[in-house]
């Protein structure tokens, strides 16, 4: 089945460091890629988005480009901060539509620590 | 305007015992997501509903679990004869349908399940 690989943390950088967290995929169909943060005490939430082959989602200075070619979906980021501290997913979908259901497959999470 | 709404936010119970958990979906959204985040395994996906079709219950992790949606709205997880192994924290995602393509999920802030 589908499913998506994403690096092992936690990674600790310093602040303005660069940032890389690896995620790969392997799916059946042409899925949606994303990545989703959750903070400290709270929710999930939706960091960026591709629904594409080469389509670059970025958000907050984040940025990841769909590579179909490598089946991978990066997430980059060129000076992070202290409040990027998080917990990191990558995940995957089906692109919805008929019988597809959109749930999404998520990575193990990769926890971010950014020292001041 | 309102999010996705669980409740309780935190649940203690004895193994053996039966629980519900509760999710109030982004008013308009007619797809409704289920999801466990636990320690070994992570963020999966548990089950799905949209609008009035059947449910699709592919990852309910045995017949223990079940849920149903009422009047396309309000869900109710609910875990029978509770295992220490159910802890975990229930996560409930709403999108608009996902039956027109890629909708981004938003996530409820979870009920923190803890099975004595």
């Known amino acids: 089945g589908d499913s998506v690989t994403q690096m092992e943390g936690p990674v600790t950088l310093s602040e303005e460091a660069f940032l890389t967290i690896n995620c790969t995929y392997t799916a059946t169909g042409y899925p949606s890629l994303f990545w989703y943060v959750q903070y400290p005490g709270e929710g999930l939430q939706l960091l960026l988005k591709a629904t594409k082959a080469d389509d670059k989602g970025s958000n907050k200075g984040f940025e990841a480009t769909y590579r179909k070619e490598t089946t991978s979906f990066h997430l980059e980021k060129g000076s992070v901060q202290v409040s990027d501290s998080a917990v990191y997913f990558c995940a995957l979908s089906d692109r919805g539509g008929s019988g597809n259901t959109g749930k999404l497959i998520f990575g193990q999470g990769t926890t971010l620590q950014v020292k001041p | 305007g309102a999010g996705v709404s669980q409740s309780p936010s935190n649940k203690v119970t004895e193994k053996g015992k039966d629980v519900e958990l509760r999710c109030d979906p982004i008013?308009?959204?007619?797809?409704l997501y289920w999801y466990r985040q636990s320690l070994g395994q992570g963020l999966e996906f548990l089950i799905y509903?949209?609008?009035?079709?059947?449910?699709?219950k592919s990852g309910l992790p045995s017949d223990r679990f079940s849920a149903e949606r009422t009047g396309g709205s309000v869900s109710t997880l609910t875990i029978q004869r509770t295992q220490q192994e159910d802890s975990a924290v229930y996560l409930c995602a709403s999108s608009l349908a996902s039956g027109t393509g890629y909708q981004p999920q938003h996530f409820g802030d979870g009920t923190r399940l803890s099975i004595l």
């Open positions: 008013s308009g959204h007619t797809a």
């Open positions: 509903f949209q609008g009035n079709s059947a449910p699709d």
